[in-house]
């Protein structure tokens, strides 16, 4: 009798997510015989796990446009590892079922409301926070949401500036006093972000030791991005470390997203009264700390997270808006020369053959888009 019931209530269950979808398209369908709303594409998921199970492409009705708020037609979105997170429920964003995937891209808006005087149709614009939702064809919104952003850079500059290369720039000004000919030292270098620290530390003056696993293919991109010195994790525990230290300042500034223990031979390169920030834990290995290093060196340990600070500095809608150079990190203003190595492009609405998610440290972008937008200048 007990194993009956159990089986009721797993079909219950069942049926009832078939009707909720089912549902779904209804009032897509039903919208579409009404007058002045649309519909959009969207990766949907309506409970975390992998990928696979969980995500649906799904129409959607989108609200009437409101007299705060805006209609973007979404351009181009990346697929970060944090949405990633997200469908499998371990990020410590939690979001309301049924929920869009992607937190990060770029729109044009296309109708704005009667209050809305920051946003004009044809303008681009960028989610404020995580969460977003920008896996789909279009959104509405409120006009708080989103910050306007430049037309005159590329289009995948425009949908993945707003978390990676702000990431980058807050961590190399926040944490250590940078001065031209400092040194600063980091792991997964060839990731995103640490792209755009490779770049933006060029563009102060400030040296880069790269380190990345044992893949000298990437040496060159790195390289050629203006990386002073690209070193394997390996070289961390040999004597090539201190011939660098005989040409540049021991770092006061390294930079952590993998963890694991050549973490912590990264966190004792560093100069007395250093910082090691952590923003990642791409091993999912936890840090090690030698006692000597807080002892002797005084070495501090912090963390980033990019979705705190902009709680943590966004003010109100007003002062906001004249602040948005701020909130971006001076980013859309200091580094528009930021590229990245050539990316995978995808339409939202053949996912299913995406390898995308299967593998989020790929550089992949969803796009829909017109032939007149550059996807890279």
Known sequence: MRALRRVRQTWGSVWCRAWEGNEHQRTAQRAEG????????????????????????????????????????ILAAPVNPADINMLQGTYPIRPTFPAVGGNE???????????????????WAIPVGAGFGTWRTEA???????????????????????????????????????RP???????????AVGQAVIQIAAALGVKTICIIRDRYEHSEDLLSMGADYVVTEETLKGS??????????????????????????????LDHDGTLVTYGGMARKPLPVPAKALIF??????????????????KGKQEH????????????????????????????????????????????IIINRTPDHKLCQ
């Open 34 to 73: 009404t007058r002045n709303l649309h519909i959009c594409s969207a990766l949907v998921y309506r409970q975390n796990g992998a990928h696979a199970d969980v995500l649906r492409l799904e129409r959607m009705a989108l609200p009437p446009v409101d007299k705060h708020c805006v209609r973007l037609k």
């Open 140 to 178: 509405v919104c409120d006009a708080s949401d989103i910050i306007k952003v430049p037309k005159d850079i590329s289009l995948l500059g425009a949908a993945t500036i707003g978390v990676n290369p702000c990431t980058a720039y807050r961590m190399l000004h926040d944490f250590q006093p940078l």
């Open 181 to 191: 000919g400092d040194t600063v030292i980091q792991n997964g270098a060839n990731s």
């Open 297 to 314: 060196k005084n070495i501090h340990l912090r963390g980033f997270w990019l979705t705190m600070w902009k709680r943590d500095n966004r």
């Open 240 to 269: 090539e470390m201190e011939r660098i230290f005989q040409e540049v300042p021991r770092p006061k500034l390294g930079l952590n997203c993998v963890g694991g223990p050549y973490s912590g031979y990264l966190l004792s390169q």
């Open 105 to 123: 891209g770029v729109g044009e808006v296309i109708e704005v409301g009667s209050d809305v005087t920051s946003l004009s149709p044809g303008d």
């Open 321 to 364: 808006q004249h602040e948005t150079p701020k909130l971006l990190g001076g980013i859309l203003i200091t580094t528009t020369f930021l590229h990245t190595r050539p990316i995978r492009p995808s339409q939202v609405t053949s996912f299913k053959s995406l390898e995308t998610l299967d593998n989020a440290m790929h550089c992949y």
